[in-house]
């Protein structure tokens, strides 16, 4: 027996010994290995139960620390028993408070607060009042309260823990800094930021002196402190604090932590705010997943990190992603906090700023109105939320033209706003400006002047002269005010630095953004902008030669920079010599066919995953490719005139919607040769919106072989232009907008000369004169291929499903185009190659190509009108194309349609010319920095050039245009390029066949 004792002793002594070393770990805030001493502890054998208590007691806490909600309650219910068993009961009293905390953490607050008093009635029963115990109780009690937004309360529990403690002369105690730092986030929540601060800092002097400054709890200051110079504009410092915090918490909690991820998710805040908007959505991301894999999808932690995402997206102008994020934000914070929580009342006014941005005005109203009622009500009427709120219905109401009851509004935020904010924050530089636009609609001018020259002073200091839009829009609106004024010299300086922004934005950004995520950014946030400026320059008119060289450089460098980061980003795969881009590039790509397969079969859930997955992966490809930038306009380096021969002018066409009134500008910008080179000039024309539906039904007779051709269309478009052009010039490059997308400009005709335009200038379509700029790239290219008449009727050997669609291209088959074969048959002749007939014109077969030097298709082409999806619009027939328009093809089975998304992702890099010959394939939808459909599809593949159709062609006319082309090509092409032997053809053709609905239809794009 005294051998077994003595054993028993040394397990004991051994046991304590460990248990100092884990204590001393969880004291310094090691609580992953702390806890790894704590289970040895617990499981060695010999350790009488009342150690064994102690050990558990302590492990508890430090499985609190580590949020392991699962593992802390176990050891709660086993401490629980043993506590019981042995007749403790203050130890008891502990449990029942770790109790309350793990229930806290699950969100279950009511079983929380139970246990909570619970533990206290066992404490002061035993007479426990002084004791740390006891204090660390109520701090515990106060955080439940603060969780819950009842912020009174938490200050009242708060409180006592400080006075327990104080009584104690324990007020150099590490809990004693843990108290005063709640109490701190309680003024912070209320808005009592001088307070807060003062209680933060001594919170964090005390820290530092009892737990040092690698401790996980002195980090947890710095975050609070950070947060507090945040919410006060002062975002250098906090940054500061939060990357000193990481580096703490990196190395204590590990970076898999939740709390890891809440810095993250603080920190990527901070760098929205600032305008960092990568930095910003990378970290969230990382955030989004370590939340997800720690705290799970229904966890208001995670709604957090989807809501901060979604207000990335939403300055981005990627709408309908922020609008699904803030929605599932609101659904699980309903589900977790309730609808009577501020987490609920941000999710309320996050999703009415979407609706704004989108023109949603009911919806946003209500759903502002929802917000800013449940924020008076659980946050008062001095939190800088509510006031966010209310400046939110003021913007509402002020693009509502419901200007006093913004102003009301206005007066009311900037008041509050100086008082608790200060007026050197970014918040109430907002609400100048805001006050500055209902000044300026009101004629209060002087006001409005005073109010954005303070705002911009303000925004310039907080958060930098670079920053993408608090900065961007102060420019802009004290740019509107001076243009209303009619102090042009002001309003030049600030309309200059604005387009260098837009554009230096676009250099910062494009290179790490899929495609889609740049064109919501063109299309929602910059081109608003842009066209602002472009209806200024208008105003200016040819006064001003400056403004006007700045217009044209702004508009061709726009129409062009979407396709070109494209073109940019497959050029740069296509000579890369990195295994994992090139992997990443045909993994993209067949996703990208996917996606446009599951869209035909109509199954929009799967359709939407597989754009998700697209979108990341091509962002993961861009991010490789950091040469993508050398291809994205760059205003202050290029030239303002592309290289032009003597005999040849530009005219770049820009169209926009004058501001409030049915009316159209269209401005052209003329480069035209000079005694000294080249010369720009402007000549700019106002029209009524009647005007566009004026000049499309008069070029409508154009279908019409028998149709009188009158000069209505050149008397409408082009006699202005055409008398500012010289004598000498002979080629015409026009980069066409609007209604120019839809006509041919050498089919107009001039009833005085008695000729069409086509007669006088060779008149040649680019996308954008900036395309002129660039050099071609010459990348190898295999055979020519030659497609006509695909057998649109064929039968597969086996139909494997007969489920019918829902929605149909077809309303009948299409008729065989023996024409087209013809056609097919001699241009492969011509070019020595042999040509895909029948059923071997299939989708498929297309999909295989690999940079032909040449393609060439003759076939039907169709297009669908009001789709939101305009490149899944309009398409091209092939082989099979009748049977799979009635029933959906298997999954791995191409419909025998090549839409125009399909024909983007193909293999055309180096190409030299894409040739549709078929109907209306250089048609499409304008949107953004142009004309969406085949046409741009064919060169966003990599075409060089494309020849497409503006109307449905004749067969006949259309073969013969063909092969006289290639003869032609064929002889001179050493000599002349495609341009100019294309032109060359038709101005032959027309002499055989002078209407111009034989010969105008056919534009080559480049």
């Known amino acids: ?71 802390g309650m176990e050891w709660v219910s086993i401490a629980e028993s043993l506590a019981l068993r042995l007749g403790d009961t203050l130890g008891y009293a502990e449990v029942l408070g770790w109790k309350g905390t793990f229930y806290r953490l699950r969100r279950s607050f009511a079983e929380s607060e139970k246990f909570f008093r619970q533990a206290l009635q066992w404490m002061e029963r035993k007479g426990a009042q002084k004791s740390i115990a006891y204090a660390s109780l109520w701090r515990r009690f106060g955080v439940l309260a603060y969780d819950q937004n009842a912020w009174d309360e938490a200050e009242r529990r708060y409180t006592q823990a400080r006075k327990v403690l104080e009584e104690m002369q324990l007020t150099q105690h590490f809990l004693y800094a843990s108290v005063l730092n709640s109490i701190a986030l309680v003024y912070q929540a209320r808005g009592r930021y001088a307070e807060a601060e003062k209680y933060l800092l001594q919170a964090k002097d005390l820290r530092a002196k009892v737990l040092g400054t690698d401790h996980p709890e002195y980090a947890a200051v710095l975050v609070h402190q950070g947060l507090l110079y945040q919410l006060q504009g002062r975002y250098s410092r906090a940054e500061r604090l939060y990357l000193q915090a990481r580096g703490v918490w990196a190395q204590t909690l590990g970076t898999t932590h939740p709390q890891y991820a809440s810095l993250l998710n603080t920190l990527a805040n901070l760098y929205y705010i600032q305008g960092r908007y990568l930095d910003a959505e990378r970290i969230h991301l990382q955030a989004k997943e370590i939340r997800l894999r720690t ?247 040819p006064t001003n030669p400056r403004m006007i060289a700045l217009g044209y450089r702004a508009a061709r460098s726009f129409k062009g920079v979407l396709l070109g980061s494209v073109e940019g980003m497959k050029h740069l795969v296509e000579n890369s010599k990195d295994s994992l881009v090139l992997s990443l590039y045909e993994e993209w790509r067949k996703l990208a066919d996917y996606y446009a397969l599951l869209v035909v079969r109509e199954d929009v859930r799967a359709a939407d995953s597989v754009w998700r997955e697209g979108q990341r992966m091509e962002k993961e490809l861009v991010l490789r490719l950091p040469a993508l930038k050398e291809y994205l306009p760059n205003l202050e380096e290029e030239p303002t005139f592309p290289s032009l021969q003597s005999n040849e002018a530009v005219v770049e066409v820009v169209r926009v919607p004058e501001e409030k009134k049915a009316s159209v500008i269209y401005l052209f910008y003329l480069v035209l040769p000079g005694a000294k080179g080249h010369r720009l000039e402007l000549f700019v024309s106002k029209v009524d919106s009647n005007w566009e539906n004026q000049v499309r039904n008069a070029y409508e007779i154009l279908r019409s072989p028998n149709s009188q051709v009158t000069g209505k269309c050149y008397d409408f478009l082009w006699s202005s232009v055409d008398s500012l052009l010289p004598r000498e010039v002979k080629i015409v490059y026009i980069a066409p907008d609007g209604v120019f997308y839809q006509i041919n400009t050498a089919t107009l005709y001039n009833p005085r000369r008695k000729q069409f335009v086509g007669d006088c200038y060779e008149v040649r379509h680019i996308l954008s004169s900036r395309r002129l700029l660039l050099r071609p790239v010459n990348l190898p290219t295999t055979a020519p291929v030659v497609i006509g008449n695909p057998d649109f009727c064929a039968l597969p050997d086996t139909i494997y499903e007969s489920r019918v669609r829902s929605h149909r291209t077809l309303d009948a088959a299409p008729a065989p185009l023996p024409g087209a074969e013809t056609e097919a048959r001699e241009v492969a002749r011509l070019l020595g190659v042999k040509p895909v007939i029948g059923k071997n014109a299939t989708e498929t077969f297309i999909k295989s190509l690999h940079s032909p030097r040449l393609f060439h298709i003759a076939t039907h082409g169709y297009l669908i009108g009001g789709s939101k999806r305009p490149l899944m619009a309009g398409g091209l027939l092939l082989a099979y194309s009748v049977v799979w328009d009635s029933l959906y093809p298997p999954l791995g ?85 495609i341009d100019a032997v294309f032109y060359r053809t038709l101005r032959a053709f027309r002499q055989k066949y002078p209407h111009p609905y034989y010969w105008g239809a056919f534009i080559l794009m480049r």
């Not at 004792?5 to 204590?23: C, K, N, P, T, Y």
């Not at 790894?36 to 050990?55: C, M």
């Not at 060169?939 to 006289?964: C, F």
């Open 893 to 977: 089975v191409e419909d025998g349609r090549l839409t125009a998304q399909e024909a983007a992702n193909l293999d055309l890099v180096g190409t030299e010319l894409v040739v549709l010959s078929a109907c209306e394939t250089g048609l499409g939808e304008v949107r953004g920095e142009g004309l969406y459909g085949l046409q741009r599809a064919f060169l966003e593949a990599g075409a060089q050039r494309v020849i497409a159709t503006l109307w449905p062609v004749d067969d006949e006319a259309t073969q013969k245009l063909m092969l006289t082309f290639y003869q032609n090509w064929v002889k001179t092409r050493k000599k002349e390029s």
């Open 1 to 71: 027996m005294r051998r077994l004792g003595g054993m028993l002793l040394v397990a004991v002594l051994f046991a304590q010994e460990e248990f100092a070393i884990a204590d001393s770990l969880l004291y310094k805030g090691r609580y992953g290995q702390a806890i790894e001493y704590y289970q040895k502890l617990v499981g060695a054998s010999g350790i009488p139960d009342t150690l064994k208590f102690r050990f558990y007691l302590k492990g508890i806490e430090a499985w609190a620390h580590l949020l392991k909600i699962r593992e």
């Open 295 to 541: 705290l799970g999808e229904n966890h208001p932690e995670y709604a957090q990190t989807l809501n901060n995402l979604a207000n990335i997206y939403r300055v981005q102008g990627r709408y309908e992603e922020a609008e699904e994020l803030y929605q599932q934000a609101k659904a699980i914070r309903a589900r977790t906090v309730g609808q009577e929580h501020p987490d609920y009342a941000l999710a309320l006014s996050n999703l009415a700023v979407v609706y704004y941005e989108q023109g949603r005005f009911a919806e946003a109203e209500q759903t502002l109105l929802q917000a800013r009622d449940l924020r008076a009500k659980l946050l008062g009427t001095d939190h800088p939320s509510y006031l966010s709120t209310l400046h939110n219905l003021a913007s509402l109401y002020y693009a509502q033209d419901r200007l006093s009851e913004a102003e009301q509004l206005l007066l009311q935020v900037k008041e509050k706003e100086a008082q608790i904010l200060g007026v050197n924050h970014p918040n109430y530089a907002t609400t100048l400006g805001g006050l500055a636009d209902i000044y300026m609609q009101q004629e209060r001018y002087d006001e409005a002047e005073e109010l954005l020259l303070q705002a911009e002073e303000i925004i310039a200091k907080a958060l930098g002269k670079d920053h993408p839009t608090y900065y961007a829009y102060a420019l802009y609106n004290l740019a509107r005010f001076y243009q209303l004024r009619k102090a042009y010299s002001e309003a030049d300086t600030l309309w200059h630095t604005i387009v260098m922004k837009i554009f230096s934005r676009i250099q910062r950004e494009f290179p790490a953004l899929p495609t889609t995520h740049r064109q919501n950014l063109l299309e929602n946030v910059l081109q608003p902008i842009l066209t602002a400026f472009q209806r200024y320059v208008a105003l200016r008119g």
